[in-house]
């Protein structure tokens, strides 16, 4: 008997789902039901409607997510490491990570955080207390970072809520939202979500998206509104192979992205979550990519390269050296290939 075909306008959550929507053949089954007992499926019908192969790879599931190497980890950017309170993550001085939900409105093949992704409900308001509690009992904390699951999957009155109680924090002068809520579904940034952002922190938005095709016209009119709001946005890419690990298709997200209003910030390599082998490039290959991409176009628009150290050590810029310290001074490479002498004052 044939699944019911989801609704046009309904996220699809499950593997009958896929099929039904004819993104996954039948005879594909028997090993994607193997990975939906481990990882949870969700796919926005913005991101479904993209008909596009780019798009498909990060959001439908893969048997290749059944081998799970030795180096891959549960939790490979090391939040529980760091975590003062639950769904609180201080690895830095100055900032800290509030997940204020574990819920998405896609759910990527890739994500550091898919054993803990898919819970619905926000962070309970404990939690949440306790955190806030934390972050006003540390006065060294200076910028808080909403994250999750993604924060812009909340209602808008439950963000706000957030908002305010952050604002009454005095020393918290930045919040950052990570979200993928303005090109996956886009019709959540509405009025009502624009003025729950309004607060006294300093508001920005990162912007994670991976590939043109994800930038629908839905998607870029979003982005639009969050830039005409004044809210300044930056954007988070994951290196992903088959999906973006060449110099071309990156300049091409990257140059939309600056015509968007959005600064391209970091270039992840993509970390060692279990079942996510498939999608590794090497280290030395993304370096490759940063080069190129450096002689392609202006460095406004050229990001930094990462590594975020497993075990929870931090993030690290890994792009091309292009200076090496010698007995004559520095010698210095450029984007060509080129060498150059370079000689500090005495």
Not at 121 to 147: F, G, K, M, N, R
């Amino acid at each position: 008997m044939n699944s019911p075909k989801p609704p046009a306008n309904a996220s699809l959550n499950s593997l009958d789902d896929l099929i039904a929507a004819g993104l996954v053949a039948p005879s594909q089954a028997g090993d994607l039901a193997r990975v939906e007992k481990s990882f949870r499926i969700r796919i926005t019908p913005e991101m479904a409607g993209a008909h596009s192969p780019a798009v498909a790879a990060q959001f439908v599931p893969d048997a290749r997510e059944l081998v799970i190497r030795a180096e891959e980890l549960t939790d490979p950017i090391g939040d529980t490491a760091h975590s003062p309170t639950y769904g609180l993550t201080h690895r830095y001085p100055d900032r800290v990570i509030l997940a204020a939900t574990h819920a998405c409105e896609v759910y990527c093949r890739f994500c550091f955080r898919r054993e803990v992704v898919g819970a619905s409900a926000a962070l309970p308001d404990d939690d949440l207390t306790a955190a806030l509690d934390y972050i006003a009992a540390t006065p060294a904390i200076w910028e808080v970072i909403l994250t999750g699951g993604d924060p812009m999957s909340l209602s808008p009155r439950r963000i706000a809520a957030i908002m305010e109680r952050l604002s009454a924090i005095a020393h918290v002068q930045i919040v950052r939202l990570h979200t993928r809520v303005p090109v996956v579904a886009p019709h959540r940034i509405d009025d009502a979500m624009l003025a729950a952002l309004r607060a006294r922190p300093t508001v920005y938005i990162g912007v994670h998206t991976n590939h043109t095709d994800e930038l629908t016209q839905a998607a870029r009119a979003a982005l639009t509104r969050i830039a005409d709001a004044g809210i300044p946005m930056v954007s988070q890419t994951v290196l992903l192979r088959r999906v973006n690990d060449d110099a071309a298709t990156l300049e091409a997200l990257f140059r939309a992205l600056l015509t968007l209003r959005v600064q391209p910030y970091y270039l992840h390599h993509c970390d060692l979550a279990q079942g996510t082998s498939h999608f590794r490039t090497t280290i030395a290959a993304g370096q490759a990519i940063m080069t190129q991409l450096r002689g392609r176009m202006s460095g406004m628009g050229v990001p930094t390269y990462v590594l975020d150290i497993p075990g929870g050590f931090g993030k690290v810029p890994i792009g091309p050296e292009y200076l090496a310290a010698g007995l004559e001074g520095y010698t210095v490479t450029d984007w060509q290939g080129a060498k150059h002498i370079y000689c500090d004052p005495d």
